[in-house]
């Protein structure tokens, strides 16, 4: 079992829809956890950070973090053609083990 | 965030031959990060290099086939050795912010004949 599981899609749903994007984990030490956005032949762009448990939205973008399910989810409202990409969950116990764990990444089409 | 570039942004190289990517940081930062991405697969890291020391190698990967520089704070580079066309991958380099993220380049696209 990989430490944090992300289904890799492709999800598919039209112009205006809200997508929910998700990965579970296993590590009860992990405190930091990002979302990334990739577009095709980019790197990845840092789009939400949280600590622990909560929620943070900025814009259309909510990211929530449920440590004692061990699950976090980032919502888009009102989804745009441009958000199609891959989006990456990332996490990391923080302090002294900084390395950054990775999920596999969802792939994100949004249908005009 | 920090803004940091990487040259080549993609090449083509012949077996066995050997490819150095260039990340450059506008700001200085302690840790900076270099990781691969094969096609539609996530990141993997390949190592961690601090300025002032040897690079930290993750499982799987080893100095000889991919050694590593980091003469100040603001640059480092990778090379990657006697390619073959397993090598051929995204490399990305990153840099750590002030809050336990990474901030990261746009990647270099190597491919291996």
């Known amino acids: 079992q990989k430490e944090v599981e992300q289904d890799p899609g492709p999800l598919s749903v039209p112009e205006g829809a809200i997508v929910s994007l998700n990965c579970t984990y296993s590590?009860?030490?992990?405190?930091?956890f990002m979302w990334y956005r990739q577009y095709s032949r980019k790197g990845p762009e840092l789009l939400m950070y949280?600590?622990s448990s909560g929620n943070k939205e900025d814009g259309r973008f909510t990211a929530q973090v449920d440590k004692s399910s061990k699950y976090i989810s980032l919502f888009i409202r009102d989804s745009q053609p441009s958000d199609s990409a891959t989006y990456l969950c990332?996490?990391?116990?923080?302090?002294?083990?900084?390395?950054?764990?990775w999920g596999a990444g969802t792939k994100l089409i949004i249908k005009p | 965030s920090a803004v940091i570039s990487q040259k080549p942004s993609r090449d083509i190289c012949q077996r066995g031959t050997s490819l150095t990517i260039q990340c450059q940081v506008d700001?200085?930062?302690?840790?900076m990060f270099w990781y691969r991405q094969q096609p539609g697969q996530s990141l993997t890291l390949i190592a961690t290099?601090?300025?002032?020391?040897?690079?930290?190698?993750e499982s799987g990967f080893v100095i000889d086939k991919f050694p590593i520089s980091r003469p100040n704070l603001t640059f480092s580079t990778l090379t990657v050795s006697n390619m073959s066309p397993e090598d051929s991958s995204i490399y990305l380099c990153?840099?750590?912010?002030?809050?336990?993220?990474?901030?990261f380049g746009p990647g270099t696209r190597l491919t291996v004949l």
């Open positions: 990332a996490m990391s116990e923080g302090g002294s083990n900084y390395q950054l764990i």
């Open positions: 700001s200085q930062v302690t840790m």
């Open positions: 949280t600590y």
């Open positions: 290099a601090n300025q002032g020391s040897e690079a930290t190698y």
């Open positions: 590590n009860s030490a992990f405190q930091y």
């Open positions: 990153s840099v750590e912010s002030g809050v336990d993220t990474q901030y």
